[in-house]
């Protein structure tokens, strides 16, 4: 609701100045190093998103290892105990393959790491994926030119799925963060020096979003079942 009405609010101006190409109204650009990389140093000079800020829905437009045989993943997060939005809260995502219209569901949970390193956590599976593993931490978080909000995070490689270490960004909207903002972030990125950080910002490609799930429910939660992500099993081919 709150991100429908800032595009609002922006278009209108756009329209009223006539100049919509030109205008770009995004928040500032701020982004860090993964904390576990420098003991939350770069964190200190970074600004820290509100508590709660990336709860709730995402698209996942772009990757630094975008899967060839995914499509239209969305995801969601929100606290474990909503008393608590410090604490525990879900990784949800939810996505297509390409060529099949069934919509698979991966989850697991996010514990926050120490005090210090605000907005990263130790993700864990559940289910079958109970041995899956990886520290997820946010670099750089925001809204667009459209106003439209996107988060980037790192996350570390999982030995037990074989998945890459990644920079993946989210998007409130399919169409993700516009070009300009992107490449800003991409820049600051790479201009923390980090060698890793650095590859993986310049690997960004698209992410698929095609139109696979419109008109689809949101997945936004995830039951007894759903929580084994025994669906999986096809595509894990028997891990
Ligand atoms: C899509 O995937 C489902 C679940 O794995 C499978 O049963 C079905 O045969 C697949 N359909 C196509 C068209 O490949
Ligand atoms: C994250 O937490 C799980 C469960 O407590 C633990 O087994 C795992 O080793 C931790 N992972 C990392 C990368 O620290
Ligand atoms: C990000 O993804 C969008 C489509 O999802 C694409 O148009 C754009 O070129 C991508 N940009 C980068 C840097 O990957």
Redesign the pocket.
Known sequence: MFFKLIVLQASVLLGLLGSASALCIASPVSVRLPPTFDNGLSTLTWLIPPIGWDFGYWFQTNSSSPNTFQRNLQYSSVPLNPLHPIGPRTDLSSFQTV??A?VYTSYGIDSPLAPGFVAAYNYTGTGILGKATDFLEVLAWGTDCHGVGYRVSHSTFTAFTQTPASVDVLSRSKRGPDATTLTKIQHALIALGNAEITALASALGPALQDSGRDGLPRVESCDDACQTNENLL?LLGGA
């Open positions: 060529g099949n069934t096809p």
